[in-house]
Nanobody, 123 residues
């Protein structure tokens, strides 16, 4: 059974930092691309960042230069380092594992999802 478990969310002031983790089990993690998406209240889920199984990284324009995605295949874990947080970054953040060869910048490219972790940035 595949499981993705996010952690590291919380409440932070604007300008602060958080690091999200996504622990994967039940799959060969190194064979999958990993992505982070977020969904703010009343809005659609949107792409944040992704790292392919080859280490290629992709970012939404809104987070470029502030967020960094990484992965540790030995620990079956992906990370999202979020710096210079803004109130508009407030959302539930989800990690996902992508299908081999799938496009990683859209939700359709993923077949496993975590339950999400809340990130709240106060002004």
């Amino acid at each position: 059974q595949v499981q993705l478990v996010e952690s590291g969310g919380g409440l932070v002031q604007a300008g602060g930092s958080l690091r999200l983790s996504c622990a994967a089990s039940g799959l060969t993690f190194s064979s999958y691309g990993t992505g982070w998406f977020r969904q703010a209240a009343g809005k659609e889920r949107e792409f944040v960042a992704a790292v392919s199984r080859f280490g290629n990284v992709y970012y939404a324009d809104s987070v470029k230069g502030r967020f960094t995605i990484s992965r540790d295949n030995a620990k079956n874990t992906a990370y999202l380092q979020m710096n210079s947080l803004k109130p508009e970054d407030t959302a539930v953040y989800y990690c996902a594992a992508g299908r081999p060869l799938a496009t990683l910048t859209t939700a359709a490219g993923y077949n496993y999802w975590g339950q999400g972790t809340q990130v709240t940035v106060s002004s």
